[in-house]
T-cell receptor, first 112, second 114 residues
Framework: GENVEQHPSTLSVQEGDSAVIKCTYS??????FPWYKQELGKRPQLIID?????GEKKDQRIAVTLNKTAKHFSLHITETQPEDSAVYFC???????????FGAGTQVVVTP | SQTIHQWPATLVQPVGSPLSLECTVE??????LYWYRQAAGRGLQLLFY??????ISSEVPQNLSASRPQDRQFILSSKKLLLSDSGFYLC?????????????FGPGTRLTVL
């Protein structure tokens, strides 16, 4: 089955700096890669996703890149703000079915 | 638009007591439904998923069970709770195929077993 590794487990950044979280996956048949943000005590919320036919996707300060050859994808947050502090989860989905394999999560702390 | 509901929001139960958590989805038909558990400070563990009424797949052997009596209703149950069952239980829905393959989470139930 699919295995997703996520790094780092914790990330501290100064407000205004960029944050990068990296995930690797094992199954080359995976074709969908969402990212979720979970604030303390809340549900995970989808913030951005990318499909395997696209190399990069941006939404304001958030971007995701995908390298299918190397089987890794990354989340980039620019101009970080205190409200970006949360746990971020990456996930990968096998072609044709809805189950997601999640990474272990990254705790991001943005300090003013 | 689609909405997912879970109840109760919080629950405190003694060890050995039964459990029933409910999840319902509005605004879509024949969704894939999922139960996840999240221990404090940990990741998301998939417990059960369902592609249709009466169709349940278990991901992790445990003292929990799931049922899907109606198209948009998913229930998580236990006959006797263990201390290790404490956690944040999240229901999620998705359409599973094609373009609409994103999973969306419900608000969750925080369960404490004492």
């Amino acid at each position: 089955g699919e295995n997703v590794e996520q790094h780092p487990s914790t990330l501290s950044v100064q407000e205004g700096d960029s944050a990068v979280i990296k995930c690797t996956y094992s199954d080359s048949a995976s074709n969908y890669f969402p990212w979720y943000k979970q604030e303390l005590g809340k549900r995970p919320q989808l913030i951005i996703d990318i499909r395997s036919n696209v190399g990069e996707k941006k939404d304001q300060r958030i971007a995701v890149t995908l390298n299918k050859t190397a089987k890794h994808f990354s989340l980039h947050i620019t101009e970080t703000q205190p409200e970006d502090s949360a746990v971020y989860f990456c996930a990968a989905r096998n072609k044709g079915w809805g189950k997601l394999q999640f990474g272990a999560g990254t705790q991001v702390v943005v300090t003013p | 638009s689609q909405t997912i509901h879970q109840w109760p929001a919080t629950l405190v139960q003694p060890v050995g007591s039964p459990l029933s958590l409910e999840c319902t989805v509005e605004g879509t038909s024949n969704p894939n439904l999922y139960w996840y558990r999240q221990a404090a400070g940990r990741g998301l563990q998939l417990l059960f998923y369902s592609v249709g009424i009466g169709q349940i797949s278990s991901e992790v052997p445990q003292n929990l069970s799931a049922s899907r009596p109606q198209d948009r209703q998913f229930i998580l149950s236990s006959k006797k709770l263990l201390l290790s069952d404490s956690g944040f239980y999240l229901c999620a829905w998705g359409l599973g195929t094609g373009i609409q393959d994103t999973q969306y989470f419900g608000p969750g139930t925080r369960l404490t077993v004492l």
